[in-house]
């Protein structure tokens, strides 16, 4: 197929996409919706997170941190002045911030650029580490952004956790954010930065050796990768309403590896798929958790965290078929999608397991 | 080959079955509806808070099975757990009142997942009753959300008292700083000890993070100050190395804190150093005078073979409180469900007689308990407004 075409057809597929968002917002009822939300934001983490995991090889796991920087900048300067006194209960705002309060989009990008800001101080010294050193530095970081969190009360109520943000569970909006990011890390990844982290990725030596400044190439990844994460960060805060400093735990940076990990380290729309199946799968696997009666005879395995059992047991034989991840490093292609179409059981021939 | 073929076969019989259940299970519902009132339960049964979840769903099945039928409908318990996570919390609130169509929420354990579900009750006009949710945020700013526990800051205040009046005039306050529920407590207890004994009363505040082992700094300098008595709240473990280490230490200051400490843990972990430490809850079985308590008593440990927790107790009667709303509404309208809950007034639970005030926070009273020869001990009775 000519680029040309592609092209259009991508936007044309964009188009469609974000009509039916729209369809979705009106039809559905607000628990689909909210479950589409919810993967359209963990897409965009996600993405974030492959751009230094993925494309650029390094290793880091700081994702619940930048995320709770967007979380936060978004939950302390967007819930109304007049009843922040409700929610700062226990120890008053600090009059610096207390009357200043940001339209719901100069927050999110705030929350993003301070999450790039801090990503940017961290890398200086991070990202000379490398392989499970930086996975581990980037962990310590992630624990620290949450830490302060938790003890600058004045600014963040602290444990207690900030209530009444605005909420926003509208999916043309927050579709709208994940095709930005979407096609923007597309662009970068197809440009001479995309082609230079993955030459890091692939050999940094040789990569230095070509003449790519690894440091500044290494540190730009981090930093973009932070700015999506605090973006997906604060649609996150909005989509609940809520946040408290226990929501950002590292554990919550495993979630999105393991987006990354089932959609394809290295994959786009890998990425995305990734993070559909993961949040939309647990949905649907619900089932498992309701009690089931087959023949009157009640079936004591069915009951609440069955599902888990499931889901971790569907897991294992993703990876065993395929290691590495649904799409690897390959993209939906409009060529592949071709050539399904023509031949639907090649791919399955084609692809040699172990 | 073969074992490929097995392994998809498994998969695609696994997810046939998925949606079979789902099906059978929605068709079944669908042909008794008119009979039933679905009631939603809403708690944390995997993740962090699985074993707080567990007891109080023990409590809501045992309230289900003595209180079976309201409006003459029989009323049936759609269970979702929201794996201690916020954003399954959000999710399964909705799909309890989309999908599940239930008339009232109860639930959750953690004031976070409660506060994670508060805009969706608020704007799909479903009440919900908190089982043990303390923080006031969870119903200020939202006339759905009510709940069965006392709330923080009257904890705090009960223990500031209670310290007050056995004499203390000088007090220091170490906080899990990490956890919303001490962090509430310790500041209320804080406002409410100055007022009594005078601005300066409260001498030290410490922090240490959820998870901490070693206290020692903070309890050295604690000691230098000499306080009257100790007001730690936090988690039982912690709680439990704190007063431990403080004994080694030297420190003969009395320990006060929360309900968390209500736990068998509390005491293996403690053991003989927590002897005579005293802490609010809710609910204490010799204290248990109403004929619910006595029902729900027997019926406890015939179901479950085992002492009640406070846990169970509240969980009970954030189900009492919503079957009663059902009931005065006499109408499955949802707004005048919650209308009906918002009027409750001395409604005879397990642990007392329970009115919701303005906010819907329930006006009742608090049990002081201590630690006496590895057992919880009932120490006292704080009537609600003191």
Redesign the interface.
């Known amino acids: 197929m000519a680029k040309k075409q592609k092209l259009i057809l991508t936007i044309l597929l964009l188009i469609v996409l974000f009509a039916l968002s729209w369809v979705v917002n009106i039809a559905m009822?607000?628990?689909?919706r909210?479950?589409i939300n919810?993967c359209l934001i963990y897409a965009i983490i996600g993405l974030s997170m492959n751009v230094t995991n993925g494309f650029t090889g390094q290793f880091a796991l700081g994702q619940a941190g930048f995320m709770a920087l967007g979380a936060y900048v978004v939950g302390v300067f967007t819930v109304p002045v007049k009843?922040r006194a409700?929610?700062f209960?226990?120890?008053p705002m600090n009059p610096l911030i207390a009357n200043i309060q940001l339209p719901v989009w100069a927050a999110l990008i705030g929350g993003g650029i301070l999450a790039a800001f801090v990503a940017f101080l961290i890398g200086a010294p991070v990202l000379r580490l490398k392989g499970d050193y930086l996975a581990i530095a980037t962990l310590g970081f992630s624990e620290i952004i949450r830490?302060v969190i938790?003890?600058a009360?004045s600014f963040t109520n602290?444990?207690?956790?900030i209530?009444?943000i605005p909420?926003l569970n509208d999916t043309r909006y927050i579709f709208v954010a994940t095709a930005i990011t979407f096609i923007f890390i597309s662009l970068l990844i197809n440009s001479s930065y995309g082609r230079a982290f993955k030459a890091i990725r692939e050999d940094e030596i040789a990569a230095e050796a070509m003449g790519i400044d690894l440091y500044k190439h290494k540190c730009l990844a981090f930093m973009i990768s932070a700015f999506f994460a605090g973006i997906g960060g604060g649609l996150?805060a909005m989509?609940?309403?809520?946040v408290?400093?226990?929501?950002f735990l590292f554990t919550l940076t495993y979630n999105f590896l393991l987006i990354i990990v089932l959609g394809g380290m290295g994959s786009i729309t890998g990425s995305m798929l990734g993070a559909i199946v993961v949040t939309a799968g647990l949905?649907?696997?619900?089932?498992?958790?309701?009690?089931?009666e087959l023949f009157g005879v009640n079936i004591p395995l069915?009951r609440?965290?069955f599902r888990?059992v499931?889901f971790s047991?569907?897991l294992m034989?993703c990876v065993?078929?395929w290691r590495h991840g649904i799409m690897g490093t390959k993209e939906f292609t409009w060529d592949g999608a071709r050539e399904f179409v023509k031949h639907p059981l090649r791919m399955f021939h084609r692809k040699g397991?172990a | 080959m073969k074992f490929?073929k097995i392994?998809a076969a498994?998969?695609a019989s696994?997810l046939a079955i998925?949606a079979l259940?789902?099906c059978g299970?929605s068709k079944k519902e669908a042909g008794k509806d008119g009979d039933v009132i679905k009631v939603g339960v809403f708690l944390p049964?995997?993740g962090d808070n699985?074993a707080g979840g567990e007891l109080e769903l023990r409590g809501i099945k045992l309230a289900n099975k003595l209180h079976p039928k309201v409006m003459g409908k029989k009323v049936e318990l759609v269970?979702?757990?929201n794996k201690s996570d916020?954003?399954e919390a959000?999710?399964?609130a909705?799909?309890l009142?989309?999908?599940d169509k239930v008339k009232v929420i109860v639930g959750s354990y953690g004031?976070?997942l409660s506060?994670?579900a508060?805009?969706?009750v608020k704007?799909?006009k479903v009440p919900a009753v908190g089982t043990s949710c303390t923080?006031?945020?969870v119903t200020?700013?939202n006339d759905y959300y009510f709940r069965a526990c006392f709330i923080d800051p009257f904890q705090g205040t009960v223990m500031a008292n209670y310290a007050f009046k056995k004499g203390a005039k000088k007090v220091a306050i170490i906080q899990e700083?990490?956890?919303?529920y001490?962090?509430?407590l310790a500041?209320f207890f804080k406002d409410a000890f100055e007022k009594l004994a005078g601005p300066g009363s409260v001498i030290e505040t410490a922090?240490y993070?959820t998870g901490d082992k070693d206290f020692s700094a903070i309890l050295t300098n604690i000691k230098a100050k000499n306080p009257d008595a100790i007001f730690a709240p936090g988690n039982f473990t912690e709680s439990a190395l704190l007063v431990k280490q403080a004994r080694q230490l030297g420190i003969k200051a009395p320990f006060l804190g929360g309900d968390t400490w209500e736990t068998q843990e509390f005491i293996d972990v403690g053991g003989k150093d927590v002897e005579g430490v005293a802490f609010s809850t809710a609910f204490d079985r010799e204290k248990a005078t109403t004929p619910e308590a006595k029902k729900f008593l027997e019926e406890y440990v015939k179901e479950y073979k085992g002492e009640p927790s406070a846990l169970s107790a509240l969980a009970y009667d954030a189900y009492l409180i919503a079957i009663n709303g059902i009931e005065k509404a006499n109408s499955l309208d949802t707004v005048k469900i919650r209308d009906a809950i918002a009027a409750t007034k001395d409604m005879e639970g397990v642990t007392g007689k329970t009115t919701l005030d303005k906010n819907g926070d329930p006006i009742k009273g608090a049990v002081i308990k201590t630690v006496k020869d590895g057992k919880f001990k009932y120490l006292d009775f704080v009537a609600p407004g003191k």
Do not use: C, H, W
């Open positions: 009822d607000s628990y689909v909210r479950i919810l009843l409700s929610v209960y226990a120890v830490i938790t003890n009360s602290g444990a207690l956790g209530k009444d909420t996150y989509l609940l309403g809520t408290d400093p226990k929501n949905e649907y696997l619900r089932v498992f958790d309701e009690p089931l069915f609440p965290g888990m499931i047991i569907l034989i065993l078929f397991v | 490929k392994l498994l998969l696994s998925g259940t789902g299970g049964l995997t699985a269970v979702a757990d916020k954003a959000a999710s399964v909705a799909r009142i989309e999908k004031s976070s506060m994670a508060g805009n969706i704007e799909a923080n006031p945020q200020a700013n700083v990490s956890n919303d001490a962090v509430g500041k922090n993070q």
